[in-house]
């Protein structure tokens, strides 16, 4: 069955240090599609990246990078020197090629990551 | 620069009430979706729609039903609300599947309707 982990409840750091988001799926399909999204205070869940299956290579976007592994069925997020800025909830979720594209996706629990100054 | 826009942000309703969510979107999606999302669950899929008058159950659709009679507006009704489903309700859209291009599968979420049932 398909399910997306993501173990951290909350995360909490000071600026500008260094923090990654985890998160683990599980699929039986070959054909998937991997998103994260963030959640800001205002409520509306902001679109961040989505990698398919195919494509292993890691990405990097300002001060956000992404590591897909597929050996370890993971799809984790860094977010280098963090800023006050960056505190939300971040979903990461799932897309199956067997749901017809439709874009129904499978969430993980959320991390809410807290930057203090 | 609106685009998916969800018509009340807070509701209070009292048990056995007839409720309904609107949800509108501008940007001609095929495809909207209902969410909800409570702590610890992460989003949960209710009810989905691919095209006008087509719906298909989510995960958890039970105590809920939709109606989508035009393209842009998708709603979300609670027959008889009860307390287990005070939560948050976020509506979704995507552009039609099919071949999955540039955008395809990527939702575009409201700004939530955050419902209490007393």
């Known amino acids: 069955a398909q399910k997306v982990t993501q173990a951290q409840t909350e995360i909490s750091v000071v600026e500008k240090e260094d923090v990654t988001l985890d998160c683990v799926y599980e699929?039986?399909?070959?054909?998937?599609?991997l998103f994260w999204y963030k959640q800001p205070p205002s409520g509306e869940l902001v679109f961040l990246i989505r990698r398919n299956s195919f494509d292993e290579q890691n990405e990097i976007s300002g001060r956000y990078s992404w590591n897909f592994q597929k050996s370890t069925s993971s799809f984790n997020f860094t977010i280098t020197a963090s800023q006050v800025v960056d505190s939300a909830v971040y979903f990461c979720a799932l897309s199956e090629a067997r749901s017809g594209n439709t874009g129904k996706l499978i969430f993980g629990q959320g991390t809410t990551l807290q930057v203090k100054p | 620069d609106v685009k998916v826009t969800q018509s009340s942000r807070y509701l209070v309703k009292r048990t056995g009430e007839k409720v309904f969510l609107e949800c509108v979107q501008d940007?001609?999606?095929?495809?909207m979706f209902w969410y909800r999302q409570d702590p610890g669950l992460g989003l949960r899929l209710i009810y989905f729609s691919y095209d006008v008058k087509m719906k298909e159950k989510g995960d958890i659709p039970e105590g809920y039903s939709v109606s989508r009679e035009k393209k842009e507006r998708f709603s979300l009704i609670l027959e008889s609300a009860s307390t287990n489903q005070t939560s948050m309700y976020l509506c979704?859209?995507?552009?039609?599947?099919?071949?999955?291009?540039?955008?395809?599968?990527?939702?575009?979420f409201g700004a939530g309707s955050r419902l209490t049932v007393l």
């Open positions: 699929t039986r399909d070959t054909t998937y599609y």
């Open positions: 940007m001609d999606h095929e495809n």
């Open positions: 979704a859209s995507s552009p039609q599947g099919g071949r999955v291009t540039s955008g395809a599968n990527v939702l575009t």
